[in-house]
């Protein structure tokens, strides 16, 4: 039996209940709340929500965290199990369940509460089955189970949410149910660290996956066209143009406004996710020319204009500024034109290559143009991308190929100097 004579779990068959939810307020003071199934919101949580806004965190910070407290609070519900008696035993049949348990189909809102069986399922085609390369970018396809970076972190949203309940005494917690790895090699934190390199805490949490190392992927030349050329508007071409121009990341540009584009200066002015600095970004003359296509085009639908106002708006009416979400679909629907699944970041990848791949560009201007904090995060653009490797590989067998077609000529041996020999044996100097 285990601690506190809980009997053994059937974690094969275990099911995570859809009760509770993460509600969005709207509300700048509390912008998300967690919920449990009767509506009410969870003390715990709300406070640990309100600590995050404090230290100036991104009002999308609780939304992220939320969304892993709230799976490990439906597991926590459906075991009748209180937030702070919760120990280790629950942490580890938790985080063993995200491991090797498939993820939780939801149901369209459209379709609950109906006969599963007149439900439509999405035609086949060539869709590829979940977690497979896809051929065209080499990227997996999201697949069954979750990934290690989404336990990854959930593992460390729900230690640091006990650390910071433990450091209040919140309740009748005595313990974190997500140790850290107290090992023996543990011990002593960086025993073997050298004092010339960058020092970097090696402990880790107990039941923390191992995340793969995942190379930035780049969107090549005649694939971006091809993406280009199945945008149905204006305004997703200069999105698209603004995006592998500056570097920006998709929900960067979408804060940007009318007044922000700046044609005679070639610049667009940004509020970067981190820091919430506004901050100028040089981009193309081409995607300013698009950018005017599409204003022309919306001012003369009706809508908004101002220098304060957003500047990328839907395309229909009622007019309502642009989302992350809208943006996000618009770049998958021409993916599916190509049978890819590059992401809106993946072009923000592809900027960064190309500023790195110019001799004259210093790296610590790329720096600064990303909104990174450290120039060494540039290291990751070091490691060669697939496409390299591939196109390194077949340059290696082409030149093979040559070389034993036609051979280089043997060198022949030069003759040697009659006086030299003369005078190495003994003979005449004349």
Partial sequence: MPAEGRPVRDLKSFVLPEIGELWETGDPWEPYQLLDPYGQAVLPAAVFFKDLMTADSSPL??????????R????????????????????????LWMKLADKPVRVHWRYR?????????????????????????????????????????????LRSFYDFHLA?????????????????????????????????N???????????????????????????????????????????????RAEELLTATQGGAIVGQQTIGV??????DYQELPATPDAFIWLRLYQEEAWNKGV???????????????WRPLEYDAARMMFNRANDLLGA??????????????????????????????????????????????????????????????????????PTAPAYDPKSLNVLFGGPLT
Avoid at 72 to 95: C, S, T
Avoid at 168 to 192: D, E, I, K, M
Avoid at 304 to 318: E, H, I, V
């Fill in 61 to 70: 910070t609780p939304r992220s965290y939320g969304m892993d407290l709230l």
């Fill in 72 to 95: 490990w609070w439906r597991f926590l519900w459906a075991y009748d199990i209180e937030w702070d008696r919760a120990v280790r035993e629950d942490a580890r049949d938790f985080m």
């Fill in 113 to 157: 509460g109906k006969d599963t069986a007149k439900i439509p399922t999405p035609a086949q085609g060539n869709r590829l089955a979940p977690g497979t390369p896809n051929p065209v970018t080499g990227k997996h396809t999201v697949g069954r189970k979750y990934a290690p970076t989404t336990r990854a972190h959930c593992e460390t949203v």
């Fill in 168 to 200: 209040r005494n919140s309740g009748s917690l005595l313990v974190n149910p997500f140790p850290l790895v107290r090992g023996r090699r543990y011990v002593r934190a960086n025993a073997h660290h050298n004092p010339e390199g960058e020092h970097r």
């Fill in 202 to 248: 090696q402990r880790t949490g107990l039941y923390r996956p191992k995340i793969p190392k995942q190379v930035p992927r780049r969107i090549p030349e005649d694939k971006f066209t091809e993406v280009f050329a199945g945008l149905r508007s204006h305004r997703d071409r200069a999105l698209l143009a603004f995006w592998v121009a500056t570097g920006a």
């Fill in 271 to 276: 509020t970067r996710k981190g820091t919430r």
């Fill in 304 to 318: 908004p204009r101002g220098r304060r106002q957003p500047l990328w708006w839907t395309l229909r009416r009622p």
């Fill in 341 to 410: 699944n590059w992401t809106l970041h993946d072009l923000r990848h592809t900027a960064t290559f190309l500023m790195l791949d110019d001799p004259s560009m210093p790296p610590v201007y790329v720096q600064h143009i990303l909104g990174h904090k450290y120039l060494s995060t540039l290291d990751i653009y070091n490691r060669p991308t697939r496409d390299d490797v591939i196109a390194a590989g077949l340059a290696h067998h082409a030149r093979q190929r040559k070389l034993r077609e036609s051979p280089p000529p043997i």
